[in-house]
């Protein structure tokens, strides 16, 4: 990794790290993700999702960017060889009891996902799964899809699940009588990782420890994605969008009575806040 980037995005990833090392065991423990089964694995995927996967009995599958593996164990469930990789030791750690825990048999590997084809091999999965809230951690998409088709066998799949960059674009109006979502953030790339130094994680739970890093972000619109995949071989086969999220990201959400999941009021213009996107490599 250190001799394709520069130093200051090295010291940036390494940065990225070390939060997400301190923020590991608060994630763990709370309610949020339910890590000792009280939110079951299969909350966390919209139904679309198994629809695009198809099959993975006896499919070799590799989760980049697992964290805890509170999804990853729901691959592993369904009969995929599973592999979760991540950066942060103490995520890999947690994740490997998780799924003892749960009796479920996942390979988990530590490393930078750039060197996931050094760590994992070349040509070895049917499926590359990448989850909810990855891609604004990667500097360099182009990097990341080649990557992406070098894990790949031919014919394989790569599936990307994001938050769209609409929604990491809005923020709410500051005003506690109008709930008003408002255009905050870049939507589009090009200006460079924003640095997010909170006291506390997105989840319930303690403060982050006062020594923990900051953690940076890099904005990745869509197209930038697709061009990647494209760019790196691979044949986008399709691209949804949906205004639903497994939780409440804003407090004016509402939930779904058939889904489960959360989406704005009806009264709120119709936005994409997720979007799917499945790409093949050639045979």
Request: one cysteine or more.
């Amino acid at each position: 990794m250190d001799s394709e980037f520069d130093s200051g995005t090295v010291e940036l990833m390494r940065a990225n790290e070390r939060n997400w090392d301190a923020r590991t065991p608060i994630h763990a423990a709370s309610q949020f993700y339910g890590a000792d089964g009280s939110t079951p694995a299969q909350w966390w995927f919209a139904s679309f999702e198994w629809d695009d996967l198809g099959p993975l009995t006896d499919r070799d599958l590799v989760h980049l960017q697992c964290h805890l593996g509170t999804e990853t164990i729901e691959f592993a469930r369904r009969g995929a060889r599973t592999v979760g990789l991540d950066f942060s030791g103490q995520a890999v750690e947690h994740a490997r009891r998780i799924a003892q825990h749960h009796g479920v048999d996942v390979n988990y590997v530590k490393s930078n996902v750039y060197e996931a084809k050094t760590a994992l091999g070349t040509g070895r999965f049917d499926i590359v799964y990448i989850g909810k809230g990855s891609l604004c951690y990667l500097p360099d998409l182009d990097r990341w899809a080649a990557v992406v088709a070098e894990l790949l066998k031919p014919g394989g799949l790569a599936y990307i699940v994001e938050f769209h960059p609409i929604l990491t674009s809005m923020g709410p109006k500051p005003d506690p009588n109008r709930q008003e979502l408002l255009l905050r953030n870049d939507y589009l790339q090009g200006r460079g990782p924003v640095e997010h130094d909170s006291t506390h994680t997105y989840t319930d739970g303690p403060a982050l420890p006062a020594d923990a890093a900051p953690v940076h972000e890099w904005a990745h619109g869509v197209g930038e994605v697709v061009t990647a995949l494209i760019n790196a071989g691979l044949t986008i086969t399709q691209l949804r969008e949906t205004e639903q999220l497994p939780w409440p990201r804003f407090d004016r959400m509402i939930r779904d009575p058939q889904t489960g999941w959360w989406q704005l009021p009806p009264t709120d213009a119709r936005i994409p806040l997720l979007y799917a996107l499945t790409a093949t490599k050639s045979n």
